[in-house]
């Protein structure tokens, strides 16, 4: 076969859109072997995600892809540039819930793909395996117990768009592609900059209060320059710096028994807003680069982000009269805040060659994520009026070095052409978690000597009413020694992915993998898929595979002290989520995390009804199994009795743990549709997108023979956990946009839809009605590189319906988390920008 100059290639090939996949030659290898019935591709995107065989257009793909370029992600100026508030707002598969009073989830949000695990989709930047971050979610109504990656950690101005692979992709990308891939590619013009600078604000009527609230003040500041490197090489980078204020949607407190002790001082405060629930403060700033060289027959490239951050979270009003409390310290009580100083940062370098038939693209990835966990405003009680403040309570950090070496070539057999991809990679893998301040977990001798007024005015001794003080820094206990970890391990991996045009009508692709943990094992994955041009306008598409995601580091090695409520009282207690290897995880019978398996099926048609109207509807299915997930506090009395004078138990009034205990199954069906015409004298994107998704928990684990030993009344899974696995995410979700663009202006208009979501706590069951969302941006570009865009994200102020009494925390927390639409209201905002 004759060699092919990849210089040559790079002139006439699009920028290079994945790390090496393809690599540059595959672009004339598929062309030779390209669709009968292909037509000019007038509104389709070209995309590499989902096989590593060579580009193919959307809607020429084996399996269903999303495409948004920047162009869309800024129209929506989300949350003042936030990738996945973004992402949410465009892509009806893609959720990304916000959490308050959830400790670490407060800073670090998590998204969701087809309404699965947000640590069950594989995220690559130019198509590497981006780190997850140090953090388990381990307080949290979504994804509870997972280690998912931090979208906010990539600057969303840096991004030149994001594929979305909505299908089962472990055999070609490795673990953690269940519900899908997602990759981030980076800006890679080599000419022009822009500078930008924006402000935004929520404005909404707040009916809890029956007032207007003005609050989330988001000021954002980006810029990037282009360089060309060489010929054709490039060297592109920035910065952005974002600085939010916080948002606050608590309701009036009621003070029930279940609040706060019934005292005189604790009343006092009924009929007031004593809480916080809403976004945190956000101060954070951003550095990235991406670049390309041709070197000798070859090329070079680099890229990186670094993201630094300092967040504030919230945390329950600590009333006067409480073992939460001492009055020395704050006699009108204390609302505490936690805080967060994440560093995240990435780096990849490598470079490609043509080595006879072969394309090779080698490549070596660093990346780490470090979150310091603290709180201020807040006391050990335990310590009594001698105590701190101010806490640090923990440090996390995630190492990850990848080196992978890729091949690519095109091979003749029996007059068939085959593309042939394949690769091994290693993979370096360190957790390190560290104590807090031993003011923040050690256990004072502090004791309550004094008597209270109760509401009746009957006086009595405080210690009798609420026992002891709680032990740890409010709102953020700390680690202890004993939770802290050190973990590791190596990985690795091999693949081999074979695809070719079979006939002119069918194209079809298999791949396979073999992946080695020296932690816990080794497994296999593979994939088949296919595709078939039924004519020129309509192809039919499926697949079939089987994947797998790895319990990480951060999942085995967790171990952390909080507060939770007593399930009989609802009062708060101190609880305990232990690791298998500890003294109470032993006393339990816990066992080691196995990796959670998967079996995808996809079948779908894409339409190309005219060059300017298209449509593709899939329907999918995936079943999980061994699903990883963190147990139910167990509160048993027996077992509290029995951890009591374990290390670490003293004063446990609740215990938790990681476990494979779950298998579910999610399906469901995808639309989306895309039409391009004139009107008015300017052009008229219209685009429409549609997911249904639902989830059914097809098996529990029943406890093992030890925890049935100490109380045969124990259940791994509750009502509370099945009710967010299956039905607290809505199951339909649409959005429905029309970009208009004319002489430099440019005209949004955006409606996105989702459905009744259920919160059942056992005790209480609320259903929460759907919610149409809408959304405007008109735009102004200037010939001389200036701009101006005006908007308003939820123009209308809808929001979720509120909580009932029964489930609303004492009036303090008037909107539950669960409806996409929440309660922050519009947001309205302006945003300059110069290119030049």
Not at 712 to 734: C, D, F, Q, Y
Not at 768 to 791: H, I, K, P, R, W
């Amino acid at each position: 076969m004759p060699a092919v100059d990849t210089r040559t290639l790079r002139r006439s090939a699009p920028r290079r859109v994945t790390k090496s996949r393809p690599m540059l030659a595959a672009m004339a290898l598929m062309a030779a072997s390209a669709p009968a019935f292909a037509v000019e591709p007038t509104i389709e995107e070209l995309v590499v995600l989902g096989t590593r065989g060579g580009e193919r257009s959307v809607l020429d793909s084996v399996v269903p892809v999303d495409v948004f370029r920047s162009e869309a992600l800024r129209s929506t100026y989300a949350a003042g540039n936030e990738l996945g508030e973004a992402l949410a707002t465009l892509a009806p598969s893609f959720s990304f819930p916000r959490q308050s009073n959830s400790v670490t989830s407060d800073h670090l949000r998590a998204a969701r793909l087809r309404n699965m695990g947000p640590d069950q989709v594989l995220v690559l930047v130019n198509g590497t395996r981006r780190h997850p971050s140090a953090v388990v979610n381990d307080n949290t109504t979504f994804g509870k117990g997972t280690n998912a990656f931090d979208f906010n950690s990539i600057p969303a101005t840096a991004v030149k768009r994001v594929e979305i692979l909505r299908d089962g992709a472990s055999a070609q990308y490795g673990s953690d592609a269940i519900a899908g891939v997602i990759n981030i590619v980076l800006e890679d013009a080599s000419e022009g900059g822009q500078i930008e600078v924006g402000y935004g604000t929520h404005h909404t009527d707040f009916s809890p209060l029956n007032t207007t609230i003005t609050d989330g003040g988001t000021f954002t500041l980006s810029g990037q320059n282009g360089i060309t490197l060489g010929d054709d090489g490039f060297l592109r980078f920035g910065a952005e710096y974002r600085d939010r204020s916080i948002t606050n949607r608590a309701g009036v407190n009621r003070v029930p028994a279940f609040v706060a002790p019934q005292t005189a001082d604790n009343l006092a405060f009924a009929g007031q807003r004593s809480n916080r629930s809403g976004d945190p403060a956000v101060e954070e700033f951003k550095l990235w680069f991406n670049s390309e060289r041709a070197v000798g027959p070859g090329e070079l490239y680099a890229f990186g982000t670094l993201a630094s951050s300092d967040t504030r979270g919230a945390v329950l009003f600590r009333h006067p009269d409480s073992n939460q409390n001492v009055r020395e310290l704050f006699p009108d009580g204390t609302q505490p805040e936690t805080t967060g100083e994440n560093l995240d940062f990435a780096v990849t370098g490598g470079g490609r060659l043509l080595v006879d038939a072969w394309n090779v693209d080698s490549s070596i990835s660093f990346g780490r994520n470090e979150f310091d966990f603290g709180v201020r405003n807040s006391l050990n009680p335990s310590l009594g009026p001698d105590s701190p403040t101010h806490f640090h309570s923990g440090t996390f950090r995630f190492d990850q070095v990848e080196v992978e070496v890729d091949g690519l070539r095109q091979l003749e057999i029996a007059r068939q052409t085959i593309i042939l991809a394949t690769g091994v990679a290693w993979r370096y893998e360190r957790f390190r978690s560290t104590p807090g301040d031993p003011a923040s977990f050690e256990a004072g001798d502090f004791r309550f000597d004094r008597d209270v007024t109760l509401a009746d005015g009957t006086t009595i001794d405080f210690e009798t009413l609420v026992g002891g003080p709680d032990i740890g820094a409010q709102g953020a206990k700390g680690l202890t020694p004993a939770d802290a970890a050190r973990r590791s391990r190596h990985v690795g991996s091999a693949y081999v992915d074979l695809s070719s045009q079979l006939t002119d009508r069918l194209f079809a692709s298999v791949a396979g993998r073999y992946e080695y943990y020296d932690d816990f094992g080794s497994t296999w994955s593979g994939k088949l898929a296919g595709r078939y041009d039924v004519s020129r306008q309509v192809s039919l598409r499926g697949s079939v595979s089987n994947s797998f995601r790895a319990p990480t580091l951060s999942q085995i090695a967790w171990s952390r002290s909080d507060n939770t409520f007593d399930r009989e009282t609802f009062e708060r207690i101190s609880s305990r989520l232990v690791r298998a290897d500890s003294a109470i995880g032993e006393a339990l019978g816990l066992t080691n995390l196995e990796e959670e398996t998967s079996r995808n099926y996809s079948l779908g048609a894409a339409l190309r009804i005219t060059p300017e109207l298209s449509l593709t509807v899939d329907a999918f299915r995936i079943d999980v199994d061994d699903r990883i997930t963190v147990s139910e506090s167990l509160q048993s009395p027996a077992l509290i009795d029995l951890v009591q004078d374990l290390p670490g138990g003293a004063g446990v009034r609740s215990v938790n743990f990681f476990t494979n205990a779950i298998d579910t199954r999610t399906e469901g069906v995808e639309v989306a549709a895309n039409w391009i015409t004139s009107v008015a004298g300017g052009n008229l994107a219209v685009n429409a997108a549609y997911t249904y998704a639902t989830t059914e928990i097809r098996r529990v684990d029943t406890p093992s023979e030890t925890l049935l030993a100490i109380d045969p009344g124990l259940n791994l899974i509750e009502s509370g956990a099945r009710n967010v696995l299956t039905n607290a995410s809505p199951k339909h979700n649409a959005v429905l946009s029309a970009t208009w663009e004319q002489s430099g202006w440019q005209l949004v208009t955006r409606s996105r839809h989702f459905s009744s979501v259920v919160r059942d706590r056992g005790f209480a069951r609320q259903r929460f009605g759907s919610e149409t969302l809408f959304d405007v941006a008109a735009s102004y570009s200037m010939e001389s590189g200036l701009g101006l865009t005006l908007g308003a994200d939820n123009v209308i102020d809808a929001t979720s319906d509120r909580s009932s009494e029964n489930l609303d925390f004492g009036g303090n927390f008037a909107f539950d988390v669960l409806s996409p639409a929440g309660a922050d209201g519009r947001f309205v905002y302006g945003q300059l920008s110069y290119r030049f």
